[in-house]
């Protein structure tokens, strides 16, 4: 599968961006997604995950009741809804995707993931 974050940007402190991240390539649906972000200078960290029938999602500590994470199987696009933005949100955000079965936990390290998409830039200005 081949991923293509779109949706970032440069937003106020307090605002909200919509990430999407498209996939092209057939069995989305049998993928569990999630989002990675790498700040300058620090290592790339886990945002949040989603299952591949879209029924369990997972939170950073320090995003949940922010951001949110969904997925549109038909359209085969997962997306990062992102809210009440920080500075410290302030990263290169990436997709990820890793084959899965049903039971298959969700997965918080990169190394889990097979497929990557190119990052998009999110700042966020204080």
């Known amino acids: 599968v081949q991923l293509q974050a779109s949706g970032g940007g440069l937003v106020q402190a307090g605002g909200s961006l919509r990430l999407s991240c498209a996939a092209s390539?057939?069995?989305?649906?049998?993928?569990?997604l999630a989002w990675f972000r790498q700040a300058p200078g620090k290592e790339r960290e886990f945002v949040a995950a989603v299952a591949r029938n879209g029924g369990s999602t997972y939170n950073l500590d320090s995003t949940k009741g922010r951001f949110t994470i969904s997925r549109d199987n038909d359209k085969k696009t997962v997306y990062l809804q992102m809210n009440s933005l920080e500075p410290e949100d302030t990263a290169v955000y990436y997709c990820?995707?890793?084959?899965?079965?049903?039971?298959?936990?969700?997965?918080?390290?990169?190394?889990?993931?097979?497929?990557w998409g190119q990052g998009t830039q999110v700042t966020v200005s204080s």
């Open positions: 390539g057939p069995s989305f649906s049998r993928y569990n």
């Open positions: 990820a995707a890793k084959s899965a079965i049903l039971t298959s936990p969700l997965g918080r390290t990169q190394g889990e993931y097979n497929y």
